[in-house]
């Protein structure tokens, strides 16, 4: 590990200008590029105390070795050459995007003599016309055969083109009417690039124009009597609609835009993206990335740019591109991305409207595809395996933990100090174990003895279960009687209402939290006399791993499986205990004077209110009036009486403008 200062630029070395700047470590292997509109600013703010540091910035200048630059003009060709660097050295430090998967699009090789329509997947080709990416196959050719009536392009390889011309006789397409044959001369080049162009038009949202001649032919031939022509073209016109309808229109205006969404959490993020052309959706695709570096979501959008049109020119960069948030400064990169399409494009948010509708759609999708990258790799058996693996070894542990169970502390400023449990079980979530947990031995926020507190808890409850099934000694069975008057907040039960066991210890107890949470919880379990349990923390800051006793953390690599799976069980238990702090919460808000009163369900209060029409009727009213309310006895009206009674009215609403005094809410 480096010590930045050993490489750090000599003062006055670094110019002030925009430019693009390289880390690389020992071995002269690039590992970030960046780039900035002043150098001497942005190299600088790498070389400060590394305690102010981004962590994911502290591990690159302590992995580099040395950083050099160079300097360019403008802020835009800083991004050109920022975006060549990361292509050409592919640096571990830097956010690449990877597609979820293979996209394929619809392609014609005007590339070619004889231009030809074809599915293709990959990267993409010069000379080659691309519509798409369409999440399947299948679309694409369902819409090429209805359009091929129209457009009877060459759709064959050019194995069987150069076959069906050397033995003069076409292939089947071409008998058929769905190609023009140009393998036999039916049509010149000339006029089958015409077709092949008029395709392309058409598949560029080029629509209404078409269809209104197509129309206008049709109605010509009808006249003249030639009804077979006529017949035909109808037929054509029908194709082609059928093909527009496949891609409904979202955008009234037939606007040409691409539409950029990011969901993201603190390790990966997903982008989506829609092509809209003429109003309708041409195309999807997605990537996934790991956050490798300290990167916001317009730091996001700006490398999601740089993927998407790097390589793009012309019409294949729309007019308008809307994005979530926009790159910081934002006027280099819609310089960068005019430059790339030869004419202005509009880089910007969508605010209202169909576009901001449109824009909430990409934003699901973009969820949806990193909820479903998640699940598949936690899912996949072999990662799991290995996960749990790299855990034991890095624990120094006898087995993988098959079993781990995971705490966090929960508070609104020391208000509803909650806790979770969440268990993981073969590295996957075992939802029907997770427990909460009210803090009760003390008032205010103290994390580290709630940790001790819930971690006692929890295990008394375990030897009171191994006491019940004869495998504990009474002597060892610590507060039995506590824990079995215990029941826990949320707890799952059985079918005769009692708490599910804590029968099953875990393997491995993981806190959220650094040393003070771990030396917490072990020894609440040496308290208890629990020797077989390891237990480690998970420091959410620099995502390090904490062990009792030690000085120094036990540091992960950060594309270990290991720390993917232990990141994702803190995560899981900070959801939970923060989900159930909001409840709570939630209950205290909306509690009123007759929730005090015992054994009164949410129906009987419903009768109540509608019965007298508000509270402060019902305080006033007598026991025999509150037993003419429907399902309400004397017992249970003499205890409503009484518990308004005793409590406190509210005092009352003051209208601040007039001074009037407002009646009781609900009268």
């Known amino acids: 590990m480096a010590d930045p200062s050993s490489y750090r630029p000599k003062p006055g070395q670094i110019p002030d200008s925009p430019g693009v700047y390289r880390f690389r470590d020992e071995h002269g292997r690039v590992i970030y590029v960046g780039k900035a509109k002043s150098l001497r600013q942005r190299l600088s703010s790498y070389f400060q105390d590394l305690a102010g540091l981004h962590p994911r910035t502290r591990t690159m200048v302590t992995t580099a070795a040395s950083v050099e630059w160079t300097v360019v003009s403008t802020e835009v060709e800083a991004l050109q050459l920022e975006y060549s660097w990361i292509k050409e050295y592919d640096p571990r430090f830097n956010v690449k995007y990877r597609d979820d998967k293979s996209y394929p699009s619809l392609a014609v090789t005007l590339g070619e003599e004889f231009p030809r329509v074809q599915v293709m997947r990959g990267p993409k080709k010069k000379g080659v016309r691309y519509f798409g990416p369409y999440a399947h196959a299948w679309a694409i050719r369902e819409t090429v055969d209805l359009m091929l009536r129209v457009f009877p392009v060459r759709t064959c390889s050019a194995g069987v083109f150069k076959r069906s011309a050397q033995i003069g006789r076409p292939c089947l397409l071409g008998y058929i009417g769905k190609c023009s044959a140009p393998c036999v001369g039916r049509v010149s080049p000339e006029e089958h690039r015409e077709l092949a162009e008029e395709f392309c038009d058409f598949m560029a949202g ?6 209104r001649r197509l129309e206008q032919q049709m109605h010509e031939a009808a006249e003249e009597m030639e009804y077979e022509k006529a017949a035909r073209l109808r037929d054509d016109i029908e194709a082609l609609r059928r093909a527009m309808e496949k891609n409904a229109v979202v955008l009234a205006d037939a606007t040409d835009a691409d539409l950029i969404a990011v969901a993201e959490d603190e390790l990966e993020a997903a982008v989506q993206i829609f092509h809209v052309r003429g109003g309708r959706v041409r195309g999807q695709r997605g990537w996934v990335t790991d956050k490798v570096e300290a990167v916001d979501t317009a730091g996001l959008v700006e490398h999601a740019l ?3 049109y790097g390589e793009e020119s ?13 790159p910081e400064p934002v006027e280099p990169v819609a310089q960068w991305l005019g430059r790339r399409r030869g004419s202005r494009v509009d880089l910007r948010i969508p605010q209202r409207g169909d576009k901001k509708d449109l824009m909430a759609t990409v ?7 990193l909820v479903l990258h998640k ?3 936690a899912s996949d058996l072999t990662t799991r395996s290995r996960a749990l693996e ?3 070894e890095a624990l120094e542990l006898d087995s993988a933990p098959l079993r781990i169970e995971c705490f966090d502390i929960s508070h609104l400023q020391g208000q509803d100090v909650v806790a979770s449990m969440v268990v993981f079980e073969d590295g996957l979530a075992r939802k029907s174990e997770y427990r909460r947990f009210q803090i009760k031995g003390f008032e205010g926020q103290d994390d580290v003895r709630s940790m001790h507190e819930v971690i006692g808890r929890r295990f008394r409850r375990y030897l009171l279960e191994k006491q019940k099934a004869g495998e504990w000694s009474e002597e060892n069975a610590v507060e039995a009687a506590e824990a079995e008057a215990e029941a826990e907040e949320g707890t799952a039960r059985t079918e005769d209402g009692r708490p599910k066991r804590f029968a099953y210890p875990p393997q491995l107890v993981v806190v959220d939290g650094g040393q003070p949470q771990v030396a917490a919880a072990r020894r609440a379990l040496d308290e208890l006399g629990i020797d077989d349990v390891v237990v480690c923390g998970l420091a959410k800051r620099l995502e390090e791993v904490w062990l009792p006793g030690e000085d120094d953390p036990v540091v992960l690599p950060r594309t270990s499986e290991g720390l993917y799976l232990l990141q994702r069980v803190r995560d899981e238990a900070h959801r939970f205990a923060i989900a159930y702090q909001r409840s709570k919460r939630t209950k205290t808000l909306k509690a009123g004077p007759l929730d005090a009163v015992p054994g009164l369900g949410e129906t009987r209060k419903k009768a109540l209110l509608k019965h007298f029409g508000s509270v402060k009727r019902l305080r006033a009213a007598t026991v025999e009036q509150i037993c003419e309310t429907p399902g309400i006895g004397r017992k249970t009206a003499e205890t409503i009486a009484a518990a308004l009674a005793a409590a406190a ?10 001074g009037e005094i407002m009646e009781e809410a609900g009268e």
Not at 364 to 369: E, P
Not at 649 to 658: I, Q, S
């Open 206 to 211: 080029r629509t209404g124009t078409y269809l």
């Open 306 to 308: 740089q993927q998407l």
């Open 314 to 326: 012309g019409d294949a960069v729309p007019k308008e591109v809307l994005v979530p948030a926009l």
């Open 363 to 369: 934003e699901r999708n973009a969820q949806q595809a």
């Open 375 to 377: 699940t598949k790799r």
């Open 390 to 392: 790299e855990i034991a």
């Open 649 to 658: 009215p509210p005092a009352p609403a003051v209208n601040t403008a007039t």
